[in-house]
């Protein structure tokens, strides 16, 4: 309970600086909304920036106090203001029109690369030298490349020349989104291509770190001990040794997972798939300063949130975390 309390003390401490620094890293930016939309809308009044400093929440630096404890509050109710690039749409709108897309795609490939690799790992170093464990070079070669180089091949080969899938975007566009079969098994069809992208250059990156753990853990003297009372193979590679070796492993998962929420942005823009990262990329180029602010808040968080489980995870799988935090 005490390790409890104090983990949730310091991601307390985190969100709120991950709070503090987002309200301030836009304000010290050169400019500010107000100027880019005037900028941008010569033919707009004068009188017509007072009007957009309220909209946007954007005020004289003598008040940054006032702007900061208003921001505060904003976040508390999950309003995140209006975005410049899609005006009059909500930022929270916008957010909630993309996440899911995100989450699904880049989430399930994530968890498939991370449960690939993890069990091409342990087969390797327990049956080290045979042929998954000579393949491994190979497999580092392909993580090697830059996913998004792999991702135009893929398109190139299997989109233009054979044509077995669509070339981007979500889903086709004759279909109308919601919970029917048509709209669902198109978003799986066009979803194929990035999430075996994420899929093939994750898998070696775990497999090699599970691997080279599992070899350090085979020798110990519980593993021996267990081979010594007769226990079948599978038991003692299982509960002995990858019980053990999964441990670090799980603190790079909670990283992937917590990244999970921004979206692998370059995938993203190759495909044109409708997600965060094409979203984030969108309100970069285009100065949105709200959906700007919303994204890094909303990652931010998805990486706390993320750490804190595996926290949790991490004292259930290893008792002697238990015993360290009575």
Not at 175 to 200: C, E, M, Q
């Given at each position: ?74 976040i508390f109710r999950f309003d995140f203001g209006v975005s410049l690039s899609e005006y009059p749409a909500r930022v929270s709108t916008l957010l909630g029109e993309t996440i899911p ?60 020349k054979l044509k077995v899938f669509p070339l981007g975007q979500g889903y086709a566009g004759t279909d109308i989104p919601g919970w029917n079969w048509p709209f669902i098994s198109s ?140």
């Amino acid at each position: 309970m005490r390790f409890l309390v104090r983990r949730l003390v310091f991601y307390a401490v985190a969100a709120w600086v991950a709070l503090t620094v987002n309200f301030f890293i836009p304000r010290a930016m050169p400019g500010n909304a107000v100027q880019d939309v005037m900028s941008r809308f010569p033919e707009l009044q004068p009188s017509a920036e007072k009007a957009l400093e309220a909209m946007l929440g954007v005020a004289h630096p003598g008040s940054m106090w006032h702007q900061y404890t208003s921001y505060l509050g904003d976040i508390f109710r999950f309003d995140f203001g209006v975005s410049l690039s899609e005006y009059p749409a909500r930022v929270s709108t916008l957010l909630g029109e993309t996440i899911p897309w995100t989450l699904t795609l880049v989430g399930t490939a994530t968890v498939i690369g991370f449960l690939v690799g993890t069990g091409f790992g342990i087969v390797a170093a327990w049956r080290s030298g045979g042929w998954l464990d000579r393949a491994l070079p190979a497999l580092t070669f392909v993580q090697a490349l830059p996913y998004f180089f792999l991702a135009l091949i893929l398109i190139e080969v299997l989109g233009l020349k054979l044509k077995v899938f669509p070339l981007g975007q979500g889903y086709a566009g004759t279909d109308i989104p919601g919970w029917n079969w048509p709209f669902i098994s198109s978003a799986i069809y066009h979803s194929v291509l990035p999430a075996f992208t994420i899929v093939i250059t994750s898998v070696a990156g775990w497999m090699l770190q599970m691997r080279n753990v599992m070899i350090t853990t085979i020798g110990e003297d519980y593993v021996l001990a267990g081979q010594a009372k007769g226990l079948r193979n599978r038991r003692v590679v299982l509960t002995y040794a990858a019980r053990n070796a999964i441990l670090p492993q799980l603190s790079g998962f909670a990283n992937a997972i917590g990244f999970v929420v921004s979206g692998a942005i370059v995938m993203e823009i190759v495909f044109s798939y409708p997600g965060v990262g094409l979203l984030l990329v969108n309100a970069v180029t285009s100065n949105d300063y709200p959906l700007m602010q919303a994204i890094f808040l909303v990652i931010s968080f998805a990486v706390l949130i993320a750490n804190l489980l595996v926290d949790l995870v991490y004292v259930f799988v290893d008792p002697r975390a238990r015993t360290r935090t009575a």
